[in-house]
């Protein structure tokens, strides 16, 4: 059972087009955070959320947490080549409990 | 400071053998963690190793295994591979903030044949 689900897995959009990609789950988490990954990489930590309803921006980067705390969205607005990726969100629990990550969104934006 | 670091990079592997890959942690980093991913599972949780204790363990068989040394520096073990252990593995190391933030390295690509 995956216990956060990302959807869509895969968007392809032209430069310039808006976006939304979600993170849902039945799980309540303490943080919500989001990593981006391109190919032959690690992931990169984007941003954490921790506030029930806390919207954090990030240059074109617009992240939300919801207000129960169990989902989390990622817009792009006006997106580049460069924010092509696996985009993942990663569940956070108290202590030193280990991340819950989900599948990811692989986002193509093609110029 | 420099960022994590994984070698080898690349690594071809035949059924039965054994692997061993290493990771250097950001600079005062005490944790580090061990991720597999594949495009199947997505990236799935090995273990964590904290001041040279294994804190946290996921659902892998005991044919993944894994060490910290008194630098932080960690080495995962993995034997008798199978083919389904192709995979990218990943390491993490994080600086013990409250939300448990990862640092990733670039990882080793490791294919069985």
């Known amino acids: 059972t995956q216990l956060l689900e990302q959807s869509p897995q895969f968007l392809s959009i032209q430069e310039g087009e808006n976006l939304t990609v979600y993170c849902n789950s039945s799980s309540v988490f303490s943080s919500l955070q989001w990593y981006r990954q391109e190919p032959g990489e690690g992931p990169v930590l984007l941003v954490t959320?921790?506030?029930?309803?806390e919207v954090k921006k990030l240059k074109r980067l617009t992240f939300q947490f919801g207000d129960a705390r169990k989902d989390s969205s990622l817009h792009i607005t006006a997106a580049q080549p460069g924010d092509t990726g696996l985009y993942l969100c990663?569940?956070?629990?108290?202590?030193?409990?280990?991340?819950?990550f989900g599948k990811g969104t692989r986002l193509s934006v093609i110029a | 400071k420099a960022g994590v670091t994984q070698t080898p990079r690349y690594l071809i592997k035949t059924r039965g053998q054994q692997v061993t890959l290493s990771c250097s942690p950001i600079?005062?980093?005490?944790?580090v963690s061990w991720y597999q991913q594949t495009p199947g599972q997505g990236l799935q949780f090995l273990f964590e190793y904290f001041s040279e204790t294994q804190r946290n363990k996921g659902n892998f068989p005991g044919r993944f295994s894994g060490r910290q040394f008194s630098n932080s520096r960690s080495e995962m073990n993995v034997s008798t591979l199978e083919l389904g252990d192709s995979a990218l593995y990943l390491c993490?190391?994080?600086?013990?903030?409250?939300?448990?933030?990862?640092?990733f390295g670039p990882g080793t690509r490791l294919t069985v044949t």
């Open positions: 600079s005062g980093h005490r944790s």
């Open positions: 959320v921790v506030t029930g309803g």
């Open positions: 993490a190391s994080s600086g013990g903030g409250v939300f448990y933030e990862q640092y």
């Open positions: 990663a569940g956070g629990y108290s202590g030193n409990t280990p991340l819950v």
